[in-house]
């Protein structure tokens, strides 16, 4: 039972290289999210999904895209890597938004 | 708009003393779901508790209860008897029911027992 799983779990990125972050679920969940986790920031939501075909930004979408083509993978995309996106990124999914979610194990990311 | 405050950035006790950890909310739904979710140094995020709106009972499971009071949104978490394994950090999170509204987390709480 994988539940959420995460790649790569570690990765530096020089300014201004592209990247995807990959997030595949195996629970049929419908609904599926992004976070970055910044020292005393808490979690902050990148952009979520409440099923395939249907994405929507969250609180901080700026320089992240998403898509979600199946139910099961929720890619998120740095299209130009900066310095200020450096953190931890967690994707999470749940049955829907006002269930439990279950989160990866996170990666941690890293620009230069 | 929804938002979760977790005022207690860092918290430090001696093992087995009680502690209690606030959360207040905001939201202008009537329908809502609030949880709490604990994140230890390994990393990982766990969840602890979720509580509808409509539950105002308190909940207690083992060392850990928690006490929801609509009067003043609040959601507050005890952990009885602390162990050196609950230091983590806590987050406090929000979820109205008014469709497609995404979670929302506070802060978050940092817990350290000190044996």
């Known amino acids: 039972n994988a539940g959420v799983t995460q790649t790569p779990k570690f990765q530096v990125l020089k300014t201004g290289q592209s990247m995807t972050l990959q997030c595949a679920q195996d629970?049929?969940?419908?609904?599926m999210s992004w976070y970055r986790q910044d020292p005393g920031m808490g979690l902050r939501l990148i952009h979520y999904s409440v099923g395939a075909g249907i994405t929507d930004q969250g609180e901080v979408p700026n320089g992240y895209n998403v898509s979600r083509s199946t139910t099961e993978d929720f890619p998120l995309r740095l299209l130009s890597a900066a310095p200020s996106q450096t953190s931890v990124y967690f994707c999470a999914s749940s049955l829907q938004e006002d269930q439990p979610q279950h989160f990866g194990d996170g990666t941690r990311l890293s620009i230069l | 708009a929804q938002k979760v405050t977790q005022a207690q950035t860092e918290i430090s006790v001696v093992e087995k003393e009680d502690v209690t950890l606030d959360c207040v909310y905001e939201?202008?739904?009537?329908?809502?779901?609030l949880f709490w979710y604990k994140q230890p140094p390994s990393g990982e995020l766990v969840f602890l508790i979720r509580r509808n709106s409509f539950d105002e009972q308190n909940e207690i499971s083992g060392r850990y209860s928690w006490n929801f009071q609509k009067s003043t949104s609040s959601f507050n978490f005890t952990i009885t008897a602390s162990q050196v394994v609950d230091s983590a950090v806590y987050f406090c999170?929000?979820?109205?029911?008014?469709?497609?509204?995404?979670?929302?987390f506070g802060k978050g709480t940092r817990l350290s027992v000190i044996a």
């Open positions: 999170a929000l979820s109205a029911y008014s469709g497609n509204t995404p979670l929302v």
């Open positions: 939201t202008r739904d009537t329908t809502y779901y």
């Open positions: 629970m049929n969940h419908e609904y």
